[in-house]
C-alpha cells in the first residue's frame, strides 16, 4: 500500500466517523489521519513540522490592517492586504538525514532524526523497502 492510499484510507475513516460517530471517535481518526500524512512526509523527506510553521506564519498575514482577519460569508477568512504565501520550496527539495534503525519482521525502518517536535517523538520510523 502507498503513502497516498494510507492517506485516503484515513481521510475516509474520518469522514465517516465525523457523519456517524461521538466525538471520541472523530478525534482519533482525526489523529489517525494526521499521523499518516507526518508519515507521508518523511517518506518524502520533508519537514511538515516546519512547513505547518511555514504555514501559520502566511495564515496570520491574511489579517488586515487592525490586525483582524476578514470573513467570507461562510465563514472562511480571506487574504488581507499583508498576506504573504508560505515559501515551502527549499522544504519541498530537501532531504531529510535518515539514521537506518532496527530491522522488524521483514520491513526495515528508518529513524528520522531530525524532526522537530510532535514528529519526532511520534513518527519516528518509517517503513522502507524490504531489506535484500
Not at 499521523?35 to 512526509?41: H, P
Not at 513540522?49 to 476578514?70: V, Y
Not at 526495515?108 to 511520534?122: C, E, G, H, T, Y
Request: aromatic share 10%; net charge negative.
Amino acid at each position: 500500500m502507498t503513502q497516498k492510499s494510507l492517506i485516503d484510507e484515513e481521510w475516509s475513516e474520518f469522514h465517516e466517523a465525523f457523519h456517524h460517530e461521538p466525538l471520541d471517535h472523530v478525534l482519533k481518526e482525526l489523529a489517525d489521519l494526521v499521523y499518516v500524512c507526518y508519515q507521508y512526509a518523511a517518506h518524502e523527506g520533508w519537514d511538515l513540522d516546519e512547513a505547518m510553521n511555514r504555514l501559520h506564519e502566511s495564515n496570520l498575514s491574511k489579517l488586515d490592517e487592525n490586525g483582524d482577519p476578514i470573513f467570507r460569508a461562510d465563514g472562511k477568512v480571506l487574504k488581507g492586504p499583508n498576506y504573504k504565501p508560505p515559501y515551502l520550496g527549499d522544504l519541498a527539495l530537501a532531504s531529510i538525514r535518515c539514521i537506518t534503525a532496527k530491522s522488524s519482521g521483514s520491513l526495515r525502518f528508518k529513524q528520522i532524526d531530525s524532526l522537530p517536535r510532535f514528529s519526532q517523538a511520534k513518527i519516528a520510523l518509517c517503513p522502507l523497502a524490504p531489506a535484500s
